[in-house]
């Protein structure tokens, strides 16, 4: 009889450790989705901050190469 209860007890004890299993392996996909997620959002920030920093190089130059009165025209 004793046997049968430690029987019991070990698959009751597996159940248990299955469910948590399941648990933490839904929640690391989930955690990788976000990873996936947040490395396109990472790269596409990367590429708007590429864009307006060679915006911004070029308005410098542009700025450089205008003599003082060339600003007051354009207004």
Avoid at 25 to 44: A, M, Q, S, T, V
């Amino acid at each position: 009889m004793a046997k049968k209860e430690e029987r019991e007890n070990l698959r009751e004890e597996i159940r248990s450790h299955m469910e948590k299993y399941w648990k933490v392996k839904g929640r690391i996909e989930e955690l990788e989705e976000r990873e996936d997620e947040l490395k396109d959002e990472l790269e596409r920030v990367r590429e708007h901050l590429s864009y307006y920093e060679s915006l911004v190089s070029d308005m410098k130059k542009e700025m450089k190469t205008k003599k003082a009165t060339d600003f007051f025209e354009e207004l």
